[in-house]
């Protein structure tokens, strides 16, 4: 069974930078894409970035763009998001997900790091 565990959280002021990382095991090899989440207090979960599996390709909400950076190193089973310029506004719950092979879905999650920007 795949678990995923994510570190990296904290409190940053506005502006600054922290990097989360998301360490997987036990059955990584069903893995294939992997993805952030994020969900605000009194919000609903949403996207931040995804990475395929080979890591080529990526994708980014609007709100992260050019300041997030998503990356895997599958030698590691781990995938990281680098923030930059870090707004109040990112303050959430951040949450990996994977994509098993054969599914459509972010079936597999992580238990969530708090990410607090203050002004």
């Known amino acids: 069974q795949v678990q995923l565990v994510e570190s990296g959280g904290g409190l940053v002021q506005a502006g600054g930078s922290l990097r989360l990382s998301c360490a997987a095991s036990?059955?990584?090899?069903?893995?294939?894409?992997m993805a952030w989440f994020r969900q605000a207090p009194d919000k609903g979960r949403e996207i931040v970035a995804h990475?395929?599996?080979?890591?080529?390709?990526?994708y980014y909400t609007d709100s992260v763009k050019g300041r997030f950076t998503i990356s895997r190193d599958n030698a590691k089973n781990t995938v990281y998001l680098q923030m930059n310029s870090l707004k109040p506004e990112d303050t959430a719950v951040y949450y990996c997900?994977?994509?098993?092979?054969?599914?459509?879905?972010?079936?597999?999650w992580g238990q969530g790091t708090l990410v607090t920007v203050s002004d």
């Open positions: 990475i395929s599996s080979g890591g080529s390709s990526s």
């Open positions: 997900a994977a994509r098993a092979l054969g599914v459509v879905t972010f079936g597999i």
């Open positions: 036990g059955g990584t090899f069903r893995i294939t894409a």
